[in-house]
């Protein structure tokens, strides 16, 4: 298996191509087109992997306290579209607050604390909007430590 990849940049605008070939089967095994464009505050992304599948996304901070992403994809093989947003909110310089949605109904929230310099707790939870009586929604709690 021969595997690679290269990335391009020019003024913000990013380019990337990534192939592997099968020597025993001489054969693509993979073949992904990415492009881009970056500025400070907002990132376009788009991709193509293997021909099937097609994806986009769109970050911005809007603010010094809020930052909001939206995702979009769709399979050609399938004809399956995921969509997905969210959002990031500064409470202060040692608390955030995140929320997101996606198209299958889930709904993610989380709170996130430094507590003092190395030692940083995150409280999330996954609610399952489509079966909200059901329960198996998902809840966590990590606690980060850096040396």
Known sequence: ????AAVVGHQGWLAGYQTAFDTQKSKLTKNNFALGFSTGDFILHTN????QEFGGSIYQKLSPKLETGIQLAWSAGSNNTKFGIGAKYDLDQDAAIRAKVNNSSQIGLGYQQRL???VTLTLSALIDGKNFNNGGHK???AV????
């Open 1 to 4: 298996l021969i595997q690679a």
């Open 48 to 51: 193509v992997d293997d021909g």
């Open 116 to 118: 003092r310099e190395g």
């Open 139 to 141: 809840i966590g709690l």
């Open 144 to 147: 980060e430590l850096e040396a």
